[in-house]
């Protein structure tokens, strides 16, 4: 263990005594070197004239990512756990990075409502007076934390990558600073070759389906031989990138799984009717694991478990401890978790799968859907109650959230999801109010109400919709603009004059006029549609020159959606989204 209290002073605040001073080891980690760097940025951007001395030490003895807030000689002590410890299932812990920006968040008063300078809130602050009658201490809720689709794998994008990092930082995600640490992704074709599957005939699964694009999809999970050679694919793989600490060995995306007669056995029905491959995959996952636990052990793997392998079998094989098991459940993208259906049952299977594997970890586009005109998507306050809650509550290792680029109006649901994957127990409606009063001032009810009204209407649509999985249940298609944005975007109008009208500062009006940004997107496409009226009074109102200029305009900014497309996606479109 190292010692608690390391004697090298760095003064980062020199001069007056009554300025703030910070001290850290000269062999403290980068990230608590980075720590005491932005804590003495936080208080000079407040304007901080007085504060106790603040020492930043190295203490192991604390829970992973694990803090530790107290007082000691009339000065402040951030204690964390900065260990690198040995294990299959262990991460590197970062406890005093993450203690500093508690600290910052509670006694400074700094949030960071979406990236960007702009999106940064610190309040003035002349005098740093901490009384603590006894120690603050902090740990995660789950262990690997991570939210995608934020613009974080964007690296030719400059100007949004760097800003999302760091935003994914102050907000604690290990997907921040270890992206790698988590892999479930569909692998299947990564590994088997055409040739191989030429070589073995016997291996092509009943449907006779294995080949998309010049790559292996399918296969039969029990023929004679296939396990092995996939596993030795794996080991290579692995031995070609030996940082990448978990290898994915889950299914291609789609159907085309075997029912050949050895297969058939490890067949069930789902509890909605439906055929169901989970036992086959977990068999499957169980052979591969026991040889790579043998051939290179310590080293992890994950595999989904999705679409029609979602729901837990009964009886399930015992798994290697060095597999990880990533729920997926498809059924509930979309908002599908406002289905009454979906209700009942999640709990229920959150609690199974925990069982079968000690290292579950969920995964969900829960609060997500296709929206690229846009559509402000809903919070979901009653979804956000339900899932992460019971992932901690099930002994979860982690998470992995599905948010979204369109930050000009979805930045709420990116910053609820990163503070409940820290805090699962987060009153998420407090902690939405303080979000938007931040961001948009004394108006900022009328901007909660858009966000129930919003609410409301997708409860309302998912409650009606079929039970039954399409992939157009996650898509924000023409069904949708004309059952939920057509008929709301007066009212949502209304609510952004109002607003607007009660903004204080100009920083307010512009996080504001972020929002503006996606409803002049979207009154574009709903007029274009059809689907509202050509309303030349409405503010958001931009003829196609002018509309071309908005978008050219909108290119470096957070406002909008972006992907490797652009700002322009073309019309609304009906049914599932298809990739031009």
């Given amino acids: 263990m190292r010692p608690l209290v390391l004697l090298f002073l760095l003064s980062l ?12 080891a000269a062999t403290a980690s980068e990230t608590t070197q980075w720590a005491a760097k932005e804590l003495q940025r936080l208080l000079v951007a407040a304007g901080c004239e007085s504060s106790p001395a603040i020492r930043l030490v190295a203490d192991d003895s604390l829970p992973h990512d694990g803090f530790e807030i107290r007082s000691e000689k009339g000065g402040i002590i951030i204690a964390g756990n900065d260990s690198m410890p040995e294990g299959t299932w262990a991460l590197p812990s970062h406890g005093t990075l993450w203690g500093v920006l508690d600290f910052a968040e509670r006694f400074i008063g700094a949030r960071w409502l979406f990236p960007g300078p702009l999106g940064e809130d610190v309040p003035r602050l002349k005098i740093l007076g901490i009384e603590l009658k ?29 800003p999302v990092l760091d935003w994914m930082k102050h907000q604690r995600l290990t997907n921040a600073l270890h992206p790698f640490v988590t892999g479930y992704g569909h692998s299947w074709d990564d590994y088997l070759k055409p040739a191989d599957i030429e070589a073995h005939p016997e291996w092509q699964p009943s449907s006779g389906n294995f080949e998309r694009n010049g790559k292996v999809t399918f296969f039969c999970t029990t023929a004679p031989g296939l396990v092995e050679l996939f596993t030795k694919r794996v080991i290579e793989t692995m031995d070609r990138n030996p940082k990448r600490e978990m290898s994915s060995i889950s299914p291609t995306d789609g159907g085309g799984f075997c029912t050949c007669e050895r297969c058939k056995p490890l067949l069930d029905t789902d509890p909605h009717g439906k055929p169901s491959h989970a036992r086959a995959m977990l068999t499957f996952y169980q052979r591969v694991g026991e040889i790579i636990a043998r051939e290179r052990p ?37 908002y599908g978790l406002l289905k009454p259906l979906y209700r009942a049952e999640f709990e229920g299977l959150m609690k199974r799968w925990s069982e079968i594997t000690p290292h579950l970890f969920y995964h969900n586009y829960s609060t997500w859907m296709r929206s690229l005109h846009g559509a402000p998507l809903p919070v979901s306050l009653d979804i956000l109650k339900r899932e992460l809650p019971a992932a901690a509550q099930n002994k979860a290792w982690g998470a992995r959230m599905v948010g979204t680029s369109a930050w000009g109006v979805n930045a709420p649901i990116n910053y609820l999801l990163a503070k409940q994957l820290w805090n699962p127990q987060l009153d998420v409606s407090a902690t939405l109010n303080e979000w938007l009063e931040r961001a ?33 249940n996650y898509e924000v298609n023409e069904e949708v603009m004309r059952t939920i944005y057509a008929p709301l975007f007066a009212t949502m109008e209304q609510h952004y004059h109002a607003t607007l009208a009660e903004c204080a500062t100009e920083v307010q009006r512009q996080r504001l006029a972020m929002f503006g940004h996606n409803l002049t997107q979207l009154h574009f496409a709903l007029r274009k549609a059809g689907l509202i009226p050509d309303d030349d009074q409405s503010l958001f109102r931009r003829d196609d020159a002018a509309f071309a200029q908005f978008l050219k305009d909108m290119e470096t900014t957070f406002s909008l959606y972006r992907d490797k497309r652009g700002l322009d996606h073309g019309p609304i479109w009906k049914g599932e989204w298809r990739e031009p």
């Fill in 13 to 24: 605040l020199p001069h007056a005594q009554s300025e703030p001073v910070i001290h850290h």
């Fill in 134 to 162: 006894e120690p603050i201490r902090g740990q995660p809720g789950l262990a690997a934390r991570s939210v995608a689709y934020l613009g974080e794998s964007d690296r030719e994008i400059t100007s949004r990558y760097v």
């Fill in 298 to 334: 310590g080293r992890r793997l994950g595999g989904f478990v999705y679409y029609n392998y979602q729901y837990p079998p009964a009886n399930a094989p015992k798994l290697p401890d060095n597999v990880s098991l990533c729920w997926a459940p498809l059924n509930y993208y979309g």
């Fill in 440 to 472: 948009y001032g004394p108006g900022w009810r009328h901007m909660r109400a858009l966000y129930d009204e919003l609410d409301a209407k997708m409860a309302t649509h998912k409650a009606a919709q079929s039970p039954i999985y399409k992939g157009a």
